[in-house]
């Protein structure tokens, strides 16, 4: 019994807190920044810096993927015993 009124006692204390805290002091939106060409050209070099490291990523992938099938060919399927 005691457990089904702790629940409302503990939301209603949360909303009497949230309600009674002080309002956050945000930074003045009265001017308005364009900076759209700042924005595209920030955003490509991310987009080059992606590309440019995957380029590697690629080789390596290849290269690795290239070695699993050379390591296959080599080792033989079934080891014959006496």
Same mark, same amino acid.
Do not use: D, W
């Given at each position: 019994? $005691?457990?089904?009124?702790? #629940?409302?006692?503990?939301? /209603?204390?949360?909303?009497? *807190?949230?309600?009674?805290?002080? /309002?956050? *002091?945000?930074?003045?939106?009265? $001017?308005?920044?364009?900076?759209? #060409?700042?924005?595209?050209? *920030?955003?490509? *070099?991310?987009?080059?810096?992606?590309?440019?490291?995957?380029?590697?990523?690629?080789?390596?992938?290849?290269?690795?993927?290239?070695?699993?099938? $050379? =390591?296959? =060919?080599?080792?033989?399927?079934?080891? $014959?015993?006496?």
């Amino acid at each position: 019994m $005691k457990t089904k009124m702790r #629940l409302p006692a503990l939301v /209603n204390t949360a909303i009497v *807190f949230l309600m009674t805290t002080a /309002n956050a *002091f945000a930074a003045s939106t009265s $001017k308005i920044f364009v900076s759209k #060409l700042g924005i595209l050209l *920030f955003l490509g *070099f991310c987009a080059l810096v992606l590309v440019v490291q995957l380029i590697p990523a690629l080789i390596t992938l290849y290269g690795m993927l290239k070695g699993i099938g $050379k =390591e296959q =060919e080599k080792s033989p399927s079934r080891v $014959k015993s006496h």
